[in-house]
């Protein structure tokens, strides 16, 4: 089942859940328009673990939002959500997402290749449907950045397969330097310039040494949908008309980024609503 | 049930208004929670700090109601909420059921101090009134009753017993000092370990505040969120904020439910602030 109908959502609306955001300020030094990843942020949820290996986390997986699968067919959607963004400098936009895929440990003194291994082109956890579109137009890719690595800006070559299949094509993008390409939780994203779409991301290769090693992966995410309080300090309530009443699907890994207008990522505070049906 | 567009709009043009309103505000300070209980005096009742563990209602002095009976085979749900602010106060309201509440804790009493706040009980409705059977639901507060505990942060160890059943379980959370001891100020504690909490056992300050003051354990469950972007221009019945039905979620209001505001405040509120608003419930 889903929600096909203005009455089937009023139907579901009474009868979802609410669940408490309260995490603490990922980086006092976030940049503007940069997005930061409150993934190890302490709070509700809980804080996550920064990742070792490539795995495909789910709502059991410590950090994430603890909803239920719904039972018998019924379906999961973001019906409302309230946030509030804490700091006298911060105005952000504070998104929801689908945390697909990711991967951890790697090293910004290495000089050649790391091994990453993240494939969202399987089909556990439910992957099959949480990404999106077949053509992979609804994965969003990022470097995530764990602990601070290095100052020194230096290239990064990413080695991926694009949605059609074809492996080990590149792209090479900038770490370090700054603290929205070197601070703890940076979210830097890898776009390929040439349009292509990320499947599989195989490797990556620093050129040069960044500085410092500290601890940086790999993260596939969906975006779901997103509110923007319109000052620091203040918060916004976004209802299902807003939302896009996005589709949760089953085992999604519901988490929180931010996209700062300010310095400094903020408190966030709020809830955001789930209903089944 | 299915809810009909129809069934909604005749729903909603009969309406039933529950008034609520504090002056002065809840001591307001930037980005902190603040209770509308024991500030209740503008149009709800005054609220009383409790002592020993209780499950409030909506007949319980503080609480917004009595709720209105509805028809039977219906339910009662959040139409809309609007309200407004005084002076030049910009912020949320949250309307929460309040579920549990506890007093007389002290400030300057270093280790423990027994709490036994219990909302695994059924007692007026509560089996209904907490929600989802893992009480993920359930939001645990220290609440601050006078103005205030000490001006020194103190850690305190909350020692509860797990939505799962495991008693024992500890978790921590400063109080005191700036932002954290004022008369109706909220400090959230968050379980450990992604955990839900059923009931709080008794909490232990690591050293004194400085300040005997009177805090307590409340329990609440979120119902809905209302913000205001504008300050007051002269006089909050200008500038009043409305959340219709989609921002409501029509949640459900349960028999007995205790209801409150819990504020937060985008700027620290003087003495003079006040809030005035009126929940719309509906039956469906």
Partial sequence: ?277 | MTITVAQLQRALSKAYFLPFGHNPDFNGTTNRFSSGWIYSTLVTTQGVAPTTAAIPTDATTGAMGPLPVPTTGKTLHVGAVHCGFTSNDVGSVAMHDRLGHMGGLNGTTVGDQTVNLDISVATSNLANRRGASDYSDVQWWVEMYTNGVGATPQVLTVTYTSGAGTPGQTTTVTIGGTGFRTQSRMIQIIPANGDTISIVEKVALAGSTGTAGNFGITATRFICYLTQQQSAIGNYLFTRTMMHWSSTGLERIHDSACLMQVHQPSNNSSSSTGIKGVLHLIEL
């Fill in chain 1, 1 to 277: 089942m889903t929600i096909s109908s203005l009455e089937g959502l009023l139907t579901a609306m009474p009868g979802g859940r609410s669940f408490r955001i309260i995490k603490a300020e990922i980086n006092t030094q976030a940049q503007s328009l940069k997005r930061f990843s409150y993934w190890t942020s302490a709070g509700a949820p809980m804080a996550g673990v920064a990742p070792t290996t490539a795995v495909i986390p789910t709502n059991a997986t410590a950090g994430a939002f603890p909803f239920t699968n719904p039972a018998g067919g019924a379906a999961t959607y973001i019906a409302r959500s309230n946030i509030w963004i804490a700091g006298a400098q911060t105005i952000a936009e504070a998104e929801i997402i689908d945390r697909l895929a990711h991967m951890g440990g790697l090293n910004a003194t290495t000089i050649g290749d790391q091994t990453v291994n993240v494939d969202v082109t399987g089909s556990s956890n439910n992957l099959a449907s949480r990404r999106g579109a077949t053509d992979y137009s609804d994965v969003s890719w990022y470097i995530e950045i764990y602990t601070q690595i290095g100052a020194s800006s230096r290239v990064l070559t990413v080695t991926y397969t694009d949605s059609l299949g074809n492996p080990n094509l590149t792209h090479t993008m900038n770490i370090g330097g700054s603290q929205a390409t070197f601070g703890a939780g940076a979210l830097i994203p890898i776009v390929p310039t040439n349009g292509n779409r990320i499947s599989i991301i195989q490797k990556v290769s620093l050129a040069i040494s960044t500085g410092t090693a500290g601890n940086f992966g790999i993260t596939a995410v969906r975006h779901l949908c997103a509110m923007h309080p319109p000052s620091g300090n203040t918060g916004c309530e976004f209802d299902w008309s807003k939302l896009g009443l996005p589709r949760v699907h089953d085992s999604a890994c519901l988490g929180i980024i931010s996209w700062g207008s300010g310095f400094g990522a903020g408190i966030l505070y709020g809830t955001i609503r789930l209903v089944q049906a």
